[in-house]
């Protein structure tokens, strides 16, 4: 049954890797897998918890003699939900961050944007759209912000060409800014919930490979594009059918959304509490913020209709429902015990985290950012500092403690490394539905230009962990 749910996972795998192929949307090959796993899982419970937890078991029957009954019992109230609880923390904040985004985006707060962007000078609009692209991602979820810049930059260029490059390099954008920080991506999420990093080191690491990995492909995507772009600029949306806010209202929301989430890791510091929950509470007071502005406007059924956040719909549920699919897969993988012998043949016969970041990289390229990230982080347990001692090799091991290089090795690696090829990540499989764009024509024109800038960020990487 082990090989069985390690073919269903591969079999997964490659279905995802090849969803822009085959149709199929990769977030219901991720609940596929999900949830036959621990079905699969639970029909031969008994020799998995005999095999991987046989004293908690023992301690849960209290005397009592086995069953088929208990020990599903103890599989759902000691396994199964552990790891419902931790993607529950992870799809949570997603839930969090897209509804505030679309709840600033609804009401005009970054059509600032539009307005800095105004020009036809290929260099100062690609500068500005990725530089607001790459701010944006850094605090707001990374496939949302990506789909509101590729939105605004489609409404401007008029030439197919032009918007590929530039599309691309939003994406790019998009993902390098997510990567350095704990609140951008969900990969870097979950490494701050499962105390691998903590938010000031993650970021102060990270902050120079993320820029170096977006600024040096940019300059090259640069070089592709005339001096005059063929732009369009129209007048702004008008928004007194949903809200009438003014200026300065705007710029309260905007201060109420970006600046409650920079609060976020603080909030996590003082109470422990996990971070979706004071995401949670930064959308409940923009929500009342919203409502408070735009009151004259309540009793309309437009109005009401507008006050709820689009993140809700179809379009970002497949995303949270991914991520949801994955880490159960993940989950039960781990509790099979193939992961353990993964990671020990890794640390036998590679013993480099260079080597596995670069592999990492250039696999998110294939299969998908995410899926890669969270494989790679369930291979090792965060070591505590007092083990270190223990182990003969403790230089190897001091990489897997909190703060350790390996996390965030893995968590540029994959962010950086997906956006080789448009379908290692959602924001690439947008911009490839948006502007029609061939995986072919993107191999040729693109990823060398970012192979060199990940190549270059993992350098810069390396340089300061052996300052």
Same mark, same amino acid.
């Given at each position: 049954m082990t090989l069985l749910i390690v073919l269903l996972l591969i079999l997964g795998y490659l279905l995802i890797a090849t969803g822009h192929l085959t149709g199929v949307n990769k977030a219901a090959i991720a609940m596929f897998i999900g949830t036959v796993g621990w079905v699969v899982y639970v029909c031969w419970g008994s020799d998995f918890v005999m095999s991987q937890h046989p004293r908690d078991y023992a301690e849960f029957l209290a005397g009592d003699e086995p069953s088929s009954g208990a020990v599903k019992y103890f599989i759902y109230d000691g396994i199964f939900l552990k790891y419902v609880g931790k993607a529950a923390n992870i799809v949570m904040f997603l839930l969090a961050t897209m509804s505030i985004i679309e709840i600033l985006n609804n009401n005009g707060c970054f059509d600032f944007i539009v307005e800095w962007? !105004?020009?036809?000078?290929?260099?100062?609009? @690609?500068?500005?759209?990725?530089?607001?692209?790459?701010?944006?991602?850094?605090? @707001?979820?990374?496939?949302?912000?990506?789909?509101?810049?590729?939105?605004?930059?489609?409404?401007?260029?008029?030439?197919?060409?032009?918007?590929?490059?530039? =599309?691309?390099?939003?994406? *790019?954008?998009?993902?390098?800014? $997510?990567?350095?920080?704990?609140? $951008?991506?969900?990969?870097?999420?979950? @490494?701050?919930?499962?105390?691998?990093?903590?938010?000031?080191?993650?970021?102060?690491? *990270?902050?120079?490979?993320?820029?170096?990995?977006?600024?040096?492909?940019?300059?090259?995507?640069? !070089?592709?594009?005339?001096?005059?772009?063929?732009?369009?600029?129209?007048?702004?949306?008008?928004?007194?059918?949903?809200?009438?806010?003014? !200026?300065?209202?705007?710029? #309260?929301?905007?201060?109420? =959304?970006?600046?409650?989430?920079?609060?976020?890791?603080?909030?996590?510091?003082?109470?422990?509490?996990?971070?979706?929950?004071?995401?949670?509470?930064?959308?409940?007071?923009?929500?009342?913020?919203?409502?408070?502005?735009? !009151?004259?406007? @309540?009793?309309?059924?437009? #109005?009401?209709?507008?006050?709820?956040?689009?993140?809700?719909?179809?379009?970002?549920?497949?995303?949270?429902?991914?991520?949801?699919?994955?880490?159960?897969?993940? $989950?039960? #993988?781990?509790?099979?015990?193939?992961?353990?012998?993964?990671?020990?043949?890794?640390?036998?016969?590679?013993?480099?985290?260079?080597?596995?970041?670069?592999?990492? =990289?250039?696999?998110?390229?294939?299969?998908?950012?995410?899926?890669?990230?969270?494989?790679?982080?369930?291979?090792?347990?965060i070591v505590e500092d007092a083990q270190i001692s223990q182990w003969v090799d403790s230089d190897y091991m001091s990489l897997f403690t909190q703060n350790g290089l390996y996390w965030k090795v893995i968590a540029f690696a994959t962010a950086s490394g997906g956006c080789l090829l448009s379908v290692g990540t959602t924001s690439g499989l947008a911009l490839m539905r948006m502007e029609h764009i061939r995986l072919g024509w993107y191999l040729r024109n693109l990823t060398p230009k970012i192979l060199v800038g990940f190549l270059l960020g993992l350098a810069v990487l390396w340089i300061e962990s052996i300052i």
């Open positions: 962007i !105004r020009t036809r000078n290929s260099k100062r609009l @690609l500068w500005t759209i990725t530089l607001a692209t790459f701010i944006i991602s850094a605090n @707001l979820d990374n496939l949302t912000t990506t789909t509101m810049m590729l939105v605004i930059m489609h409404q401007i260029v008029h030439s197919r060409r032009q918007r590929m490059l530039i =599309g691309a390099a939003i994406v *790019l954008a998009a993902n390098c800014g $997510g990567c350095f920080t704990v609140i $951008g991506d969900p990969t870097g999420l979950i @490494l701050w919930g499962d105390g691998a990093v903590t938010a000031t080191s993650f970021s102060q690491a *990270l902050a120079l490979p993320a820029l170096i990995a977006w600024i040096v492909p940019t300059i090259l995507i640069n !070089r592709q594009l005339p001096d005059r772009l063929d732009t369009e600029w129209t007048a702004p949306p008008y928004r007194g059918d949903d809200t009438r806010l003014n !200026r300065w209202q705007r710029i #309260m929301m905007l201060f109420v =959304g970006i600046g409650g989430l920079w609060f976020i890791p603080t909030f996590h510091n003082i109470t422990k509490l996990s971070p979706f929950l004071g995401a949670l509470c930064v959308l409940s007071v923009l929500w009342v913020v919203n409502e408070l502005f735009n !009151r004259k406007l @309540l009793a309309s059924d437009q #109005m009401a209709q507008k006050r709820v956040p689009l993140s809700l719909q179809y379009g970002a549920m497949q995303q949270i429902l991914f991520v949801m699919g994955i880490m159960l897969a993940m $989950g039960v #993988m781990l509790e099979t015990g193939v992961i353990g012998n993964i990671s020990s043949w890794i640390d036998y016969n590679i013993h480099n985290v260079w080597v596995v970041g670069l592999v990492s =990289g250039l696999l998110s390229a294939v299969v998908d950012t995410f899926t890669v990230a969270i494989t790679n982080i369930s291979l090792y347990p």
